[in-house]
């Protein structure tokens, strides 16, 4: 059975840093694209970036994304966070035909 498995959320402050990490058991990730993805009011879901099984680390601006396979597990560090940035974070991996989704965690910026 696959699951991915987000931690890391919660209520940070406005300008701080954040880590989020999702773990994954069942694949091995390093045989899988992983990206992170946050969910709006109306349920749309955004990718915010994702990290091909070659890579180990990709910069978006304030968020980072990083995979370590030993651990089977991905990051997102998000930086100088923003009200706007509240959302339910989701991981996923994907690879041709196949994609599996993390039940997401809750992170809240607010003073």
């Known amino acids: 059975q696959v699951q991915l498995v987000e931690s890391g959320g919660g209520l940070v402050l406005p300008g701080g840093s954040l880590r989020l990490s999702c773990v994954a058991s069942g694949i091995d990730i390093s045989t899988y694209n992983m990206a992170w993805w946050r969910q709006g009011a109306g349920n749309e879901r955004d990718m915010i970036g994702d990290?091909?099984?070659g890579s180990n680390t990709r910069t978006l601006g304030r968020f980072t994304i990083s995979r370590d396979n030993i651990k089977n597990t991905i990051y997102l560090q998000m930086e100088n966070l923003k009200p706007e940035d509240t959302s339910v974070y989701l991981c996923?991996?994907?690879?041709?035909?196949?994609?599996?989704w993390g039940q997401g965690i809750q992170v809240t910026v607010s003073s």
């Open positions: 996923t991996a994907q690879r041709p035909g196949t994609m599996y």
């Open positions: 990290i091909t099984s």
